[in-house]
Nanobody, 116 residues
Framework: QVQLVESGGGLVQAGGSLRLSCAAS????????MGWYRQGPGKQRELVAT??????TNYADSVKGRFTISRNNAKNVYLQMNSLKPEDTAVYYC???????????WGQGTQVTVSS
């Protein structure tokens, strides 16, 4: 099994930056892709960014040009968030997708709050 632990959340002013980290442990060889999702107040969880083992990235339109997802190995994924807006306020969750069952795993989330 794979365990995911997020860190780096906090309170920042609009226009500021944060860097989120996700550390994976366990059977990390089974990971095919990793990503970040978020859930704001009163909203559904939504995709923020994903990155495949091959380095291909995908971003939500709302964060393109401001956020960057990266990996330095199979166990760590990062989300650099620049030019933060109040609407970015959410709990951010790390996600790992696997080649087989149980197909994916989630971290417990880290709170990002952007003040105006």
């Amino acid at each position: 099994q794979v365990q995911l632990v997020e860190s780096g959340g906090g309170l920042v002013q609009a226009g500021g930056s944060l860097r989120l980290s996700c550390a994976a442990s366990g059977s990390t060889f089974s990971i095919s892709a990793m990503g970040w999702y978020r859930q704001g107040p009163g909203k559904q969880r939504e995709l923020v960014a994903t990155i495949s083992n091959g380095g291909n990235t995908n971003y939500a339109d709302s964060v393109k040009g401001r956020f960057t997802i990266s990996r330095n190995n199979a166990k760590n994924v990062y989300l650099q968030m620049n030019s933060l807006k109040p609407e970015d306020t959410a709990v951010y969750y790390c996600n790992a997708k696997f080649f087989g069952p149980p197909w994916d795993s989630w971290g417990q989330g880290t709170q990002v709050t952007v003040s105006s």
